[in-house]
Nanobody, 119 residues
Framework: QVQLVESGGGLVQAGGSLRLSCVVS????????IGWYRQATGKQRELVASINSDGNAIYADSVKGRFAIFRDNAKKAVYLQMNSLRPEDTSVYYC?????????????WGQGTQVTVSS
């Protein structure tokens, strides 16, 4: 059973910073890629950032230069450092990972963590 557990969300003022964490547990052979999505109220879920096993990352244009994604393969974790936060970054942030368990390759989602940026 693969599980993704996120933490680190909260309320922050505009211009502030937060770091989100996501830890993957279960029977895992490999994780590639792993990343963060977000979904604001009334909007579609969108990719924020993703990183592959080689450490290559992609970002949504709206967060380039403000957010950074890191992964720790030994801990089976991914982090999203969010700086210069804006009210429009307010969303539920979801961790997503493509996990190979040895007998299947499947996409998994975390439960989501709320990020609220006040103006």
């Amino acid at each position: 059973q693969v599980q993704l557990v996120e933490s680190g969300g909260g309320l922050v003022q505009a211009g502030g910073s937060l770091r989100l964490s996501c830890v993957v547990s279960g029977t895992i052979v490999s994780i590639n890629p792993i990343g963060w999505y977000r979904q604001a109220t009334g909007k579609q879920r969108e990719l924020v950032a993703s990183i592959n096993s080689d450490g290559n990352a992609i970002y949504a244009d709206s967060v380039k230069g403000r957010f950074a994604i890191f992964r720790d393969n030994a801990k089976k974790a991914v982090y999203l450092q969010m700086n210069s936060l804006r009210p429009e970054d307010t969303s539920v942030y979801y961790c997503n990972a493509d996990v190979h368990t040895g007998y299947s390759l499947k996409s998994y989602w975390g439960q989501g963590t709320q990020v609220t940026v006040s103006s």
